[in-house]
């Protein structure tokens, strides 16, 4: 059964889940996106803090690098495609990293 199909057929979740369950999962799923939106402000201060003491060496040979990686895998169909997920990868790992700092200077670890 397709889910269009699932929301036809049980007009409201409590079939699913039941209310109780839908309003706590609701809370969880609130929680989460609030928690992505504050370690993305604070990826994107710690990522602005770093940026501004890169010298214009350092800034240009980060630039350097994009593009390689942008003329290997993101300008050409069927570039390096197991460069990007490695970078996607790394971006998730430092994601993380940022959760656990965060959660570190909050206190909660």
Known sequence: MIW??????????????GSER???????????????????RFLEAERAEWLSRLTPHEARALSEQ????????GRRAGGQWDALDR?????????RGAFARLAHARGHL
């Not at 593009?67 to 290997?72: D, K, L, N, S």
């Not at 970078?87 to 994601?95: I, K, R, Y």
Request: proline fraction near 0%; charge should be negative.
């Open 22 to 40: 839908k309003s706590v999962m609701e809370r969880q799923v609130a929680e989460m996106m609030r928690a992505y939106g504050e370690a993305e």
């Open 66 to 73: 994009l593009y390689a990686v942008w003329e290997r895998g």
């Open 4 to 17: 269009s199909d699932a929301l036809t057929t049980h007009r409201s979740t409590e079939g699913f889940l």
């Open 87 to 95: 970078l996607q990868l790394e971006e998730l790992v430092a994601v």
